[in-house]
C-alpha cells in the first residue's frame, strides 16, 4: 500500500482503538475508505459499527469516559489532531442517523440551519441552496408548496430525506450513515437505498446496516466487524461471495446475527 | 367462612380507601368553590357602592382616608413594577443557569449547584423582606442617593433573587427533555456548543422556558411579605422604583391586620382586590396554556 494510494482515499485509518472507561470496544481496526463509492459496514449487533462510524466525526467526543487512540487520517487531515477545528471537521463529514432527527422548525429552516450556522446571511443563496439539497434529496416535488410547513409533520420516509437535505446543504465530501433506515417501512427503505446510490457520484457514502441485503444492494466495498475486530474488508462481490473467513461466510449466510 | 370474611374485609377497607381518596379530591374543588363564591359576593357587594369604572380607572387610592377614593391603579401600578423588576433580574439570570447546568455543567457541578440554588427557595419570604429593607436598600442608596428607604426597586430586585431557582429549575427541566438526538444532529452539521443551545435546545424547549416564566410572574405577582416590608405602605401611581409605593397583595396585609371593621365597605375592598388579583393570576394561567399549545412540538 503506496503512500499516493492512502492519499487518494477519503479515510484511512491505521490501529483504530475505541472504547467507554473500562470497556474497551474497537481493536486494533486498519481501513482505507476509497472516494465516490458506498461502503457497507455489517456486523452483529454490539461489535461496534456505531462507535467506529461516530470516531470518524468525533461525534463521541461527547460521551462521557469516550476514548480513542490510533489513526484516523480525513485526506490528509488527522482527525484527532490537535488543531482540527471539530465543527469544521464535523461539516465535512456529515451524518445521518438511525431515527429521522429533523430540527421542531420549517422544512425550510431544517435545510437552511447548517448554513446559517456556518454564516451565510445572503437569503438569495440561502434559498437557492435550500432547493438545490432538496432536489439532490429527492424531496423537493413532494415539498416545495409548504417549505414553512413544520418538518415534524412529514412521514418517516420524508423526514429522513429532509435530513439528508439538510447534510448536503453544507457541502460535506464523506456522508456517515448509522443504520438510516431500521426505522423506515420497505417503501421508504427503497427510496433511501436508491438516494444513496444515486449521491455516490458526488460524495463517499458509509453505510452502518444490520440488513445484509440492503448491503448487496448498494455497497461497493463492505466491512464485515466481528468483536471489536475488522474481520474482513474488501469489494462488495468478494465479501459476500469470495470470502475465505470462516466468520464472515456465516455471517452473511445468516448462521448468526 | 374464614377466607371469605378476610375477602370481605379487604373490600370493605379498599372501599373506604376509596372513598377516602375521592373526598380528598373533591374537598380541595370544595374549597376552591367555597373560596371563590365569598370572593364573588363580597366583590358585588363592594361593586355596588363602588363603580366598576371609578375602580379601574381612578388614579387614586384612599379607602382608608376620610376622602376615600377607591382607584387601583396605584396599587396595579405597584404590583407591576415590583413584578417587572423581579422579572428583569429572574428571567435572564434563570434562564443562563439554566443553560449553564443542563448544557455546560460537569455532573459533579451540577449535583452541587443545584441544591444550594434551591435552597434560595426554601428561605422564608419574610427572612428576604428584611434582607431587602435592611441590606440591599441601604447598599442601592450608596449608589444611588436619591433612594427613599422603602422603595420599590430593592424588593422587587429580591424578589427576583428568590424567584431565580424556580425559573432556573423548570427552565432546566424543559432543556433536559430536549432530545439527545436533535443535539447530536446539530452537532453532525458542524455547530458548536453555543449554537447548539441558541438555535436547537432554547427553542425546543421554549414552551417549558415560557411555563418557567409566566409561573414566575405569578409568584412575583402574589408574592406579599417582601413588598410589605420593604416596599412601604404608600399607593402612588408611578413607575419611578425609587419612591415608596404599594402593592395589591401589601394592600390586603396592611388592612387585614389593621383595625378596620369587618363588614364595612373599607374592608371589602380586599376582597375586590383580591379578585383582580385572582383573575390578574387566571389570565397568565390562560395564556400560559395557550403559549404552550401554541408552541409544542411534538417529540416521539
Ligand atoms: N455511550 C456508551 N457508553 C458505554 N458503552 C457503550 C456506549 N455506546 C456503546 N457502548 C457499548 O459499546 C459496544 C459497541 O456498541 P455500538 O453501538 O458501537 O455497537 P453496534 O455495532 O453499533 O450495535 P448495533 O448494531 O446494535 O447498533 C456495545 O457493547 C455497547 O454496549
Ligand atoms: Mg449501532
Redesign the interface.
Known amino acids: 500500500m503506496n503512500d499516493t494510494h492512502t492519499m487518494n482515499m477519503v479515510f484511512s485509518i491505521r490501529g483504530l482503538q475505541a472504547g467507554y472507561g473500562q470497556k474497551s470496544v474497537l481493536h486494533d481496526v486498519s481501513i482505507d475508505i476509497p472516494p465516490r463509492s458506498i461502503t457497507a459496514i455489517i456486523g452483529p449487533s454490539g461489535c461496534g459499527k456505531s462507535t467506529f462510524l461516530r470516531c470518524l ?1 468525533r ?1 463521541n467526543d ?1 460521551t ?1 469516559d469516550f476514548y480513542v487512540r490510533g489513526k484516523v487520517m480525513h485526506r490528509d487531515e488527522d482527525v484527532y489532531g490537535q488543531s482540527v477545528d471539530v ?5 465535512r463529514i ?2 445521518v ?1 438511525q ?1 429521522p ?5 420549517s422544512i425550510f429552516d431544517n435545510v437552511a ?2 448554513l ?3 454564516g451565510m446571511r445572503d437569503q438569495k443563496k440561502i434559498t437557492e441552496k435550500v432547493h438545490d439539497s432538496l432536489v439532490k434529496a429527492a424531496l423537493w416535488d413532494e415539498v416545495k408548496d409548504h417549505l414553512a410547513m ?1 418538518a ?1 409533520r412529514l412521514s418517516g420516509g420524508q423526514q429522513q430525506r429532509l ?1 439528508i437535505a ?2 448536503i446543504a ?1 457541502a460535506p465530501e464523506v456522508i456517515l450513515f448509522d443504520e438510516p433506515c431500521s426505522a423506515l417501512d420497505p417503501v421508504s427503505t427503497r427510496n433511501i437505498e436508491n438516494l444513496i446510490v444515486h449521491l455516490k457520484k458526488d460524495y463517499a457514502l458509509i453505510v452502518v446496516t444490520h440488513n445484509l441485503q440492503q448491503a448487496h444492494r448498494i455497497a461497493d466495498y463492505v466491512g464485515f466487524f466481528h468483536m471489536g475486530r475488522l474481520v474482513e474488508f474488501g469489494a462488495m462481490k468478494q465479501v459476500f461471495e469470495e470470502s475465505t473467513h470462516q466468520l464472515t461466510r456465516d455471517y452473511v449466510q445468516g448462521v448468526f446475527g | 367462612m374464614l377466607a371469605k370474611d378476610a375477602v370481605y374485609a379487604r373490600r370493605v377497607g379498599e372501599y373506604a380507601i376509596e372513598v377516602l381518596i375521592k373526598l380528598a379530591a373533591f374537598s380541595s374543588i370544595v374549597i376552591t368553590i367555597g373560596i371563590i363564591a365569598v370572593l364573588m359576593t363580597e366583590t358585588i357587594r363592594f361593586f355596588q357602592e363602588v363603580s366598576v369604572w371609578e375602580f379601574l380607572t381612578g388614579r387614586e387610592w384612599t379607602p382608608l382616608f376620610s376622602n376615600k377614593k377607591f382607584g387601583v391603579l396605584p396599587l396595579f401600578a405597584g404590583t407591576a413594577i415590583t413584578s417587572g423588576i423581579a422579572m428583569i433580574v429572574a428571567l435572564p439570570l434563570g434562564l443562563m443557569s439554566a443553560i449553564y447546568l443542563s448544557e455546560y455543567a460537569r455532573e459533579r457541578v451540577r449535583s452541587i449547584l443545584k441544591p444550594i440554588l434551591e435552597i434560595l427557595a426554601a428561605v422564608p419570604t419574610v427572612v428576604y423582606g428584611y434582607f431587602a429593607l435592611q441590606l440591599v436598600t441601604p447598599l442601592l442608596q450608596r449608589l444611588i442617593p436619591s433612594l427613599s428607604g422603602f422603595n420599590a426597586l430593592s424588593p422587587g430586585i429580591v424578589m427576583g433573587i428568590m424567584i431565580l431557582p424556580i425559573i432556573s429549575s423548570l427552565s432546566e427541566d424543559a432543556l433536559r427533555a430536549v432530545p439527545h438526538s436533535l443535539r447530536e444532529g446539530s452537532y453532525a452539521l458542524g455547530a458548536s456548543r453555543w449554537q447548539m443551545v441558541f438555535s436547537v435546545a432554547v427553542p425546543a424547549a421554549f414552551s417549558g422556558i415560557t411555563s418557567a416564566f409566566l409561573l414566575g410572574v405569578s409568584r412575583a405577582i402574589g408574592e406579599t411579605m417582601i413588598v410589605a416590608i420593604a416596599a412601604g405602605l404608600q399607593p402612588r401611581l408611578t413607575l419611578n422604583p425609587l419612591v415608596p409605593i404599594e402593592t395589591v397583595t401589601s394592600y390586603i396585609v396592611q388592612v387585614s391586620m389593621g383595625d378596620t371593621p369587618t363588614d364595612s365597605l373599607e374592608y371589602r375592598t380586599i376582597f375586590a382586590v383580591g379578585m383582580t388579583l385572582f383573575l390578574g393570576a387566571f389570565m397568565f394561567n390562560v395564556l400560559g396554556a395557550w403559549l404552550q399549545n401554541r408552541f409544542r412540538e411534538i417529540y416521539e
Open positions: 466525526n461525534m461527547l462521557p465543527t469544521h471537521l464535523r461539516r456529515g451524518m442517523f431515527k432527527n429533523p430540527f421542531p422548525k440551519y447548517g446559517r450556522i456556518h413544520p415534524l435530513c439538510r447534510t453544507v
